[in-house]
């Protein structure tokens, strides 16, 4: 079992940064993979990065020169830094850990058996 905390989110002008972090209590072989997700309202849930063994990095294309994903793992806190904001980045995002391989992509959502309860993003214009 492993509980998820996201905290960071809040309100931002088109152009800012933004740091959120997902705070990770509980079974750690269930995170060895970790990813961040974001839901617009109406929208599909989107992968965005996500991070697995060695740390290896993962990024989807609509973020990937402005994101960054990292982790302490004396911490056991995933961050998510954002750059160059924009009023589309605006959701909630949630982070997510798992540990198997079950065939799903570290960008798709059913790769992961954990989640956080989410922190907004909103980005003006």
């Known amino acids: 079992q492993v509980h998820l905390v996201e905290s960071g989110g809040g309100s931002v002008q088109s152009g800012g940064s933004l740091r959120v972090s997902c705070t990770a209590s509980?079974?750690?072989?269930?995170?060895?993979?970790m990813g961040w997700f974001r839901q617009a309202p109406g929208k599909e849930r989107e992968g965005l990065a996500a991070?697995?063994?060695?740390?290896?990095?993962y990024y989807a294309d609509a973020v990937k020169d402005r994101f960054t994903i990292s982790r302490d793992n004396l911490k056991n806190t995933l961050y998510l830094q954002m750059n160059s904001l924009k009023p589309e980045d605006t959701a909630m995002y949630y982070c997510?850990?798992?540990?198997?391989?079950?065939?799903?992509?570290?960008?798709?959502?059913?790769?992961?058996?954990?989640w956080g309860q989410g922190t907004q993003v909103t980005v003006s214009s």
């Open positions: 509980g079974d750690r072989d269930s995170m060895l993979y």
């Open positions: 997510a850990s798992g540990r198997y391989n079950n065939g799903w992509t570290l960008l798709q959502s059913a790769r992961y058996t954990y």
């Open positions: 991070i697995g063994s060695g740390d290896k990095t």
